[in-house]
């Protein structure tokens, strides 16, 4: 069965620190999802991508995050001055049943 | 934006006894609603989906309904074993293309199976 991977899968930064969370997608698939999830709270959507190109973004999705494709596979998600209620679940996803198994972050 | 209110946000059941969670949606474009099962520290995992053209659909134990007039829908677990402790999540999509799978989630429901 096709796998989304993620990496890392525990990430620890500094608040006000970048990090960049990555995740390589299905082959061929053209939809693509990055999702959060605050411990113990439900999963909430963040940005879709289709076609190279951002197709939607949530109010969560503010200034401070960006997604790329920088070497037009592999998915980053990057978050440029972390804040603590950053802290949480990073799933990257296609369709409705591929998820990665997710990033971790924890910002202390 | 779509809103999807689950209920109840914990369920305790004895094995054997049957579970049922009950979702509801706002928006009535939404045509997709799945079904995910997380354990602690894992990804969602879909169980059952059901689209808005049926009322109706059962995979072994679990079973979801589908009321698009009342914007609401429920998951059955029949049978439940110790090993469906988990929290359940409902999603309501709006799917406006071919494979665009959007995703509104509910708060979730921790359900837990007493031996």
């Known amino acids: 069965e096709p796998e989304v991977t993620q990496t890392p899968s525990h990430q620890v930064t500094q608040m006000g620190q970048e990090v960049i969370l990555r995740c390589v997608p299905i082959?061929?698939?053209?939809?693509f999802y990055w999702y959060r999830q605050i411990l113990g709270q439900k999963v909430e959507f963040l940005v879709s991508f289709y076609n190279n190109e951002i197709s939607e973004k949530s109010e969560i999705f503010d200034d401070q995050f960006s997604v790329e494709r920088p070497d037009g596979s592999n998915f980053t998600l990057k978050i440029r001055s972390t804040k603590l209620e950053d802290s949480a679940m990073y799933f990257c996803?296609?369709?409705?049943?591929?998820f990665g198994q997710g990033t971790r972050l924890t910002v202390v | 934006g779509e809103n999807v209110e689950q209920h109840p946000s914990t369920l305790s059941v004895q094995e054997g006894d049957s579970a049922v969670i009950k979702c509801t949606y706002s928006?009535?474009?939404?045509?997709?609603f799945p079904w995910y099962k997380q354990e602690l520290g894992k990804r969602p995992q879909l169980i059952i989906d059901?689209?808005?053209?049926?009322g109706e659909k059962k995979d072994q134990r679990i079973a979801v309904t589908l009321n698009k007039t009342a914007k609401h829908f429920s998951l059955h677990i029949t049978e439940t074993q110790p090993e469906d402790s988990a929290v359940y999540f409902c999603a309501a999509s709006i799917m406006r293309g071919s494979n665009d799978y959007k995703l509104s989630f509910g708060a979730g429901t921790t359900v837990t199976v007493r031996a």
């Open positions: 928006d009535s474009a939404s045509n997709y």
């Open positions: 059901i689209r808005s053209n049926v």
């Open positions: 082959s061929n698939h053209l939809y």
């Open positions: 996803a296609h369709y409705e049943a591929f």
